[in-house]
């Protein structure tokens, strides 16, 4: 089934994840004022807005790393935000981070077995032919016993991305992950959540990479101080309806007086 | 100097060397331990047993070891708890230590990033795994330095047991000047076999680090 078929099948389907009106603040200061993102299987959502607009922190309220102020995180349509947060739920996401998260003491692959052995039960001889598939997958295949330390930027967090997929996650969330890497290393990264994309993985990310954000979108959202305020599909990097969007995206853009 | 007299005292010192060493290791290994259980009780913030912890390490570190020792030799057995030397020269040494380790520990624990935290939580590891697998291996490196420099420190505060009359090698040192006034050639082994326990450790110490450093 290609990932086109995938969407169309699931439709109508309940979504993988649901945010309904998460509130965070920081002492006074509001960073997501009552936000409601839905996610359905095999969608790949984007996060687009200026920095400090609480993208960040809007991934960290679903998994879990922050508490909530308000409103609730659902999963397959079950509440597991506040005092409903699981350690089971959270298996069930799977989540990568900007900076580089390797565990530095722990080989390429074991980074990738240590979850589902200690967490999954997993054998161990199993959860190594796993990881080595993950591997190939994303082209490292012969970096199993390295040391993360001497991996590239943009080799680690592929690495990090087979971490995140040896625990199966329902769902994908990427925070920004190639914003620490230098820019040859970025495609490569990217690349590899293109095909992650095609082969059907429900996604969330937040990202500052406008290109790759077009190529990879289902739907777009556009968050502003807090709220949402653009929402729409591919075609909102060529006909933004708001003014707040086009004044967000302008800000990508070059122009020369006189040329 | 005498240098007869140094050739026929270093049996003596060698048989002083081992009760050092022997009261110094069981010293150490249950400083590690109380030290340990101490830092990780600070970062998790576990309430109660954190204010205890926090009480521990000022009495610990404000207080004189030959006076720990005074209190575990001759004080307890008055409270009707009655100690061997060995115990508590090595108790003495443990709880001393152990403030000292959990600082070295602390610091180091601190000093992870939270980001590898935050992994480890969202792999869905218990805070227990994530501890285990993945915060304490990489704060061990970190804390190697402070921890052997703590460890020479035990070492030779362990000199304070030849108050309890332990023949330790202070002990035998100020045994053999009181009695034969060879007050030279005692010291002289004195810093001798010190420095025979103490320079392999700081160079084992250097080599641990060096290889954590490099990866394995």
Not at chain 2, 179 to 205: K, M, Q, R
Request: aromatic share 6%; with cysteine.
């Amino acid at each position: 089934m290609n990932a086109t078929e995938n969407h169309a099948a699931n439709a109508n389907e309940r979504p993988v994840l649901e945010l309904r009106n998460i509130t965070k603040r920081f002492g006074s200061n509001t960073v997501l004022d009552g936000v409601d993102i839905a996610v359905n299987t095999g969608e790949v959502v984007v996060l687009l807005g200026p920095s400090g607009c609480g993208k960040s922190t809007l991934l960290r309220c679903v998994v879990g790393l922050e508490d909530l102020d308000g409103g609730e995180v659902l999963l397959d349509g079950e509440v597991i935000s506040g005092a409903a947060r699981s350690q089971e739920a959270r298996t069930r996401m799977g989540m990568v981070f900007q900076s580089y998260d390797l565990f530095p003491n722990l080989s390429v692959l074991d980074n990738i077995t240590l979850a589902p052995t200690l967490v999954r039960g997993t054998p161990k001889a199993e959860a190594e032919q796993r990881a080595v598939k993950l591997l190939e997958r994303v082209g490292l295949a012969d970096k199993a016993n390295d040391l993360p330390s001497t991996l590239s930027g943009g080799q680690q967090q592929r690495v990090a991305i087979c971490r995140a997929l040896a625990m199966d996650p329902e769902i994908l969330l990427l925070d920004e992950v190639t914003a620490a890497l230098d820019p040859e290393m970025v495609h490569e990264v990217l690349q590899v959540v293109l095909e992650l994309a095609d082969d059907g993985l429900t996604m969330l990310i937040v990202t500052h990479e406008m290109s790759f954000a077009r190529a990879i979108a289902d739907r777009v959202i556009l968050l502003d101080s807090g709220n949402i305020a653009e929402e729409g599909d591919a075609s909102f990097f060529e006909q933004p309806k708001t003014e707040r969007a086009r004044q967000f995206l302008s800000t990508f853009e070059f122009h020369r007086a006189g040329r | 100097m005498n240098w007869g007299l140094v050739g026929s005292y270093v049996p003596f010192f060698v048989a002083a060397a081992q009760v050092t060493l022997y009261i110094s290791f069981g010293g150490i290994v249950l400083a590690l331990l109380v030290g340990l259980l101490c830092a990780v009780v600070r970062l998790w913030k576990v309430p109660v047993l954190e204010q205890l912890v926090g009480a521990y390490i000022e009495i610990s570190r404000n207080t004189p070891s030959l006076v720990q020792l005074f209190f575990l030799y001759f004080g307890l057995p008055k409270l009707g708890i009655l100690l061997s030397q060995e115990a508590c020269a090595i108790i003495c040494l443990g709880f001393l230590g152990g403030s000292y380790m959990a600082e070295a520990f602390r610091a180091a624990l601190e000093a992870v990033p939270a980001v590898q935290h935050e992994s480890a939580q969202v792999l869905g590891l218990t805070r227990a795994q994530a501890m285990r697998h993945v915060i304490l291996p990489i704060a061990m490196k970190q804390a190697t330095p402070s921890v052997v420099a703590n460890v020479v420190f035990l070492v030779k505060e362990s000199s304070v047991v030849s108050g309890i009359a332990l023949a330790d090698l202070m002990y035998v040192a100020k045994d053999i000047i009181g009695n034969n006034y060879d007050t030279l050639e005692a010291l002289f082994l004195l810093v001798v076999f010190y420095a025979i326990i103490l320079i392999p450790v700081c160079l084992l110490g250097t080599y641990v680090e060096r290889r954590f450093t490099n990866g394995r």
